[in-house]
């Protein structure tokens, strides 16, 4: 945060980050220590799952640990953008400490339990909490620094030998990605009456995560890592698939029927939410009731695939049921998107927030018996594929997969796909149509671009798109309902499409990832939910309004064009700075800065 | 051009008896202008005169209340995204490019209506596809050549100092393969030198065969520049001719300076005269 910048003297820049490493293994130690000293019982109503064990360096207090050391090696050693990995670090555990600090407060022994005597844990967390403001103030004090460049190959190598080095890397970073999803996903394990803390454990997990990618790309990893990516792409993309496609194994530890399922459902709204990023991302146009076109997908398949509560009583191979779902929620979204002719902006919002707010209300009474009205259509076979039910445990490769993994497969290879629609739409003429159209509509115009017929085709896509995850939504749960296609979903796919980053597919993916795998982990604060979800909007917009993966700065990057590692704040500043100048020149009539009507 | 062809279609760009009112506004008023083959013209006129309304007659953004605007002796449409195609580019007077875009793609997107893949073919990304793709890419390139940006394609456009800006709307407008390019104001907010380059490169623009009708306030700047020059006045086309004669005019002097001040002196008189009459007779 620029705010911080100099808010301390550069010479007490190092103290600050060494004395916030050492709190933050003083943090970590203190619930043990005080156990210790006290040579009492472990307070049993401060004594939180992940904080049960201790004598055992698990789960929050080994991250804490590990930043603490992390920090201290750092703040002494002389490597590059060290204040980025600092204030990240910074980041990371102050968040771990402060998930500690509300939950201790909230379900432990109430506020009061935040004091030495009676809430030791509470105290290890307001500790982690002052640690991590001293990292953040620290390395603050003398700017962020630059994000340092690394070589193509670090043994100066080229041609074959360069290639082989870097499929290593790229081999040890997916491998690394895979773990980290792993561990994100079964963080906390399975929440409900059984476990009450997997939301503080996987809320505080998330804070290690961060604050460790953080750390890794100030010390300029990560786009290292991505540039390797995108100048070996094929053998990366062969590579993350596999990956993908290892998640469901047993040595990720999250190869059980649960989390399968969980991350088939993540699958699912990850592909509508880069369908979404077609219409909202890439061209500009609010729609507010995008889900309706997955239920749309998911009725018209259900119908076609013999369910008793059909009228139709027709039974459709899946493949030719998801087909036909797809087309006709595209020929809606073209109908629908007709209207965004004539309105923009906010009433076009209103246009396609009434259209779903008509479709869940017709799919709620059944108009046309389509839908099954309130009691849904139950009963939705299975996809049934070479013979194989999706729906059944299957032996692969000598291991036991759980059932339901055949559905996470064919979801990876739909968002797979998906992927690939979207970013060859985006680098096409249709793209940058669209990508025009929301920057400039008026001038995409004088390009000679037929807007409205662009527009269209971007509902029209976007809506095929999220029909074709409809129709595998609902045989992958056998009931459609109404109910999963209201207002609300709607407006959680486009906090995930903006959460993210909008125009992006890191960003979509990430972004439906955390917007539905949250309400999973968070299941004893579901009264809460609508809460967090927009606090967490709020603050993204607030302090990274760009998203969690935003798109110029990565193609900036990626051209060079931030390659000294500058902010692209900094690259702003400098902007307006020329702009400015240009301004005072002599002989100017006018100012360059003049308003757009 | 051949003297044998008749005369309607010596012309390139034609605006006959283009009358624009909003409401109870004129804002032009039986304005033609025209348009020789490989010419520059040159409008000029104080703020407010209707310049950029008359650019966008002929763009197709207004539909003229009537008049004709005529290229190559055939109506334009009034629709800026087929008068483009049919040949017609522009710029802004306010800069408006694609500013999250880079250089390169701004150019490309200009390439649009030159460009023959459909949704299909840019779902696919087949061979035909990536030779199109590849064309566009290497004509736009020789744009940003022919412009002076070239080793920037990959700059955000926003990013980019003022005056490349401008030239990047010029070459994005050039991408558009027009017959006649509109410049509204390209030199504001330019410096000496900056304006002197614009200049050249208008110059250069001409001699690869497009016609260019440029609204400028810097006058010496156009009548350095341009063929033949009209001079706009509340809605109205008070001069047109070369530059000497419409700098040595006297009504063009008026419009932008004023009256010589014996003249407004007497006329205020002549005024108060007729309010004290007035007063004198009530």
């Given at each position: 945060m620029s705010r911080l910048n100099g808010l301390i003297p550069a010479a007490?820049?190092?103290?600050?980050?060494?004395?916030?490493?050492?709190?933050?293994?003083?943090?970590?130690?203190?619930?043990?220590?005080?156990?210790?000293?006290?040579?009492?019982?472990?307070?049993?109503?401060?004594?939180?799952?992940?904080?049960?064990?201790?004598f055992e360096l698990t789960g929050f207090r080994w991250h804490l640990l590990l930043f603490g050391l992390l920090a201290l090696i750092v703040t002494f050693a002389p490597i590059p953008g060290k204040n980025r990995v600092l204030g990240a670090l910074g980041w990371g555990g102050g968040l771990i400490g402060a998930v500690g600090a509300a939950f201790i407060a909230g379900k432990g022994g109430g506020i009061g339990a935040i004091t030495a005597a009676d809430g030791t844990i509470a105290m290890g967390s307001i500790v982690a909490i002052v640690a991590g403001a001293l990292l953040k103030i620290g390395s603050a004090a003398t700017g962020p620094g630059d994000i340092p460049e690394w070589p193509t190959s670090l043994f100066g190598w080229t041609g074959m030998k360069q290639r082989l080095e870097a499929w290593v890397y790229l081999l040890v970073a997916f491998a690394g990605v895979l773990w980290l999803v792993a561990q994100t996903l079964t963080a906390g394990g399975i929440g409900g009456a059984a476990f009450p803390y997997a939301g503080p454990v996987f809320i505080a997990f998330l804070g290690f995560a961060g604050g460790l990618l953080g750390a890794l790309h100030g010390i300029g990893l990560t786009r290292w890592v991505s540039q390797l990516s995108e100048k070996h792409r094929p053998f990366s993309i062969v590579v993350l698939l596999l990956c993908a496609f290892a998640l469901p194994f047993p040595f990720t530890g999250a190869g059980s029927q649960y989390w399968m399922q969980v991350a088939a459902t993540i699958g699912v709204?990850?592909?509508?939410?880069?369908?979404?990023?077609?219409?909202?991302?890439?061209?500009?146009?609010?729609?507010?009731?995008?889900?309706?076109?997955?239920?749309?997908?998911?009725?018209?398949?259900?119908?076609?695939?013999?369910?008793?509560?059909?009228?139709?009583?027709?039974?459709?191979?899946?493949?030719?049921?998801?087909?036909?779902?797809?087309?006709?929620?595209?020929?809606?979204?073209?109908?629908?998107?007709?209207?965004?002719?004539?309105?923009?902006?906010?009433?076009?919002?209103?246009?396609?927030?009434?259209?779903g707010e008509i479709f869940s209300r017709a799919a709620q009474n059944d108009i046309g018996d389509l839908t099954g009205g309130a009691s849904a259509m139950p009963g939705i076979p299975p996809v049934s594929m070479f013979g194989t039910a999706f729906n059944e445990p299957i032996n692969l490769l000598g291991a036991e997969l759980p059932s339901g993994v055949l559905y996470y497969f064919m979801?990876?290879?739909?968002?797979?796909?998906?992927?690939?629609?979207?970013?060859?739409?985006?680098?096409?003429?249709?793209?940058?149509?669209?990508?025009?159209?929301?920057?400039?509509?008026?001038?995409?115009?004088?390009?000679?671009?037929?807007?409205?017929?662009?527009?269209?085709?971007?509902?029209?896509?976007?809506?095929?798109?999220?029909?074709?995850?409809?129709?595998?939504?609902?045989?992958?749960?056998?009931?459609?309902?109404?109910?999963?296609?209201?207002?609300?979903?709607?407006?959680?796919?486009?906090?995930?499409?903006?959460?993210?980053?909008?125009?992006t597919i890191p960003g979509a993916v990430l972004g439906a990832s955390l917007l539905f795998v949250l309400p999973e982990k968070l299941r004893e604060f579901s009264d809460y939910r609508l809460f967090v979800f927009g606090l967490a909007l709020v603050l993204i917009m607030r302090f990274r309004p760009q998203g969690l993966v935003p798109d110029r700065i990565r193609r900036a990057e990626f051209a060079g064009e931030t390659a000294e590692g500058k902010s692209i704040e900094a690259v702003e500043e400098q902007a307006v700075l020329e702009q400015e100048q240009s301004e005072r020149e002599p002989g100017a009539p006018a100012g360059p800065k003049e308003g757009r009507s | 051009m051949s003297a044998a062809r008749h005369s309607?279609?010596?012309?390139?760009?034609?605006?006959?008896?283009?009358?624009?009112?909003?409401?109870?506004?004129?804002?032009?008023?039986?304005?033609?202008?025209?348009?020789?083959?490989?010419?520059?013209?040159?409008?000029?006129?104080?703020?407010?005169?209707?310049?950029?309304?008359?650019?966008?007659?002929?763009?197709?953004?207004y539909t003229p209340t009537r008049g004709a605007v005529r290229l190559r002796g055939k109506q334009l449409p009034s629709d800026p995204a087929k008068v483009t195609s049919a040949g017609v580019a522009r710029t802004f007077q306010n800069i408006r490019l694609f500013p999250n875009m880079t250089v390169l793609e701004n150019v490309l997107v200009g390439r649009h209506i030159r460009m023959k893949q459909g949704p299909i073919a840019s779902v696919f990304h087949g061979p035909g596809f990536r030779k199109g793709e590849a064309a566009a890419?290497?004509?736009?390139?020789?744009?940003?050549?022919?412009?002076?940006?070239?080793?920037?394609?990959?700059?955000?456009?926003?990013?980019?100092?003022?005056?490349?800006?401008?030239?990047?709307?010029?070459?994005?407008a050039l991408a558009t393969e027009p017959e006649v390019l509109l410049l509204d104001e390209p030199t504001a907010g330019m410096n000496p030198q900056e304006t002197e380059a614009a200049r050249q490169l208008i110059f250069r623009i001409r001699d690869i065969g497009v016609s260019v009708v440029v609204i400028e306030h810097d006058t010496k700047f156009i009548f350095s520049l341009c063929d033949t020059v009209s001079v706009l006045v509340q809605g109205e086309v008070l001069v047109e001719g070369s530059p000497s004669t419409v700098r040595d005019d006297p009504r063009v002097i008026e419009a932008y300076l004023g009256k010589p001040r014996e003249e407004v002196e007497a006329e205020v008189a002549e005024a108060a005269a007729a309010i004290e009459h007035h007063r004198e007779d009530s």
């Open positions: 007490l820049a190092r103290p600050f980050t060494a004395i916030g490493g050492v709190l933050f293994l003083i943090a970590a130690m203190l619930p043990w220590a005080t156990f210790i000293l006290n040579d009492g019982a472990y307070p049993e109503k401060s004594t939180l799952q992940f904080f049960d064990a201790p709204y990850a592909a509508t939410a880069i369908g979404l990023n077609i219409v909202v991302g890439l061209s500009g146009l609010l729609d507010l009731g995008y889900v309706a076109f997955m239920g749309i997908g998911a009725f018209v398949a259900a119908n076609l695939s013999g369910v008793a509560a059909s009228a139709l009583g027709w039974n459709l191979p899946f493949p030719l049921a998801a087909l036909i779902a797809a087309v006709v929620a595209g020929i809606l979204g073209a109908i629908v998107g007709s209207p965004t002719l004539r309105v923009r902006g906010d009433y076009l919002a209103i246009v396609t927030l009434a259209f979801i990876v290879l739909v968002v797979a796909l998906v992927m690939a629609v979207f970013a060859n739409l985006k680098n096409s003429r249709m793209g940058r149509a669209w990508i025009a159209i929301r920057e400039d509509e008026d001038a995409a115009r004088a390009m000679g671009i037929r807007t409205g017929k662009a527009k269209i085709l971007a509902f029209l896509v976007g809506a095929t798109l999220a029909g074709l995850a409809g129709a595998i939504f609902v045989h992958k749960l056998g009931t459609a309902s109404y109910d999963s296609f209201k207002f609300l979903e709607s407006v959680t796919l486009l906090a995930a499409v903006i959460l993210g980053g909008m125009g | 309607a279609s010596e012309n390139v760009l034609e605006a006959q008896g283009v009358t624009m009112i909003f409401g109870g506004l004129t804002a032009l008023n039986n304005v033609s202008i025209s348009l020789g083959e490989g010419r520059i013209v040159g409008l000029i006129g104080p703020n407010g005169a209707g310049k950029t309304t008359l650019f966008n007659c002929l763009t197709g953004l890419k290497q004509k736009s390139m020789e744009l940003l050549e022919f412009v002076g940006l070239r080793g920037l394609e990959h700059e955000v456009a926003r990013n980019l100092p003022y005056g490349d800006q401008r030239r990047l709307e010029i070459a994005r």
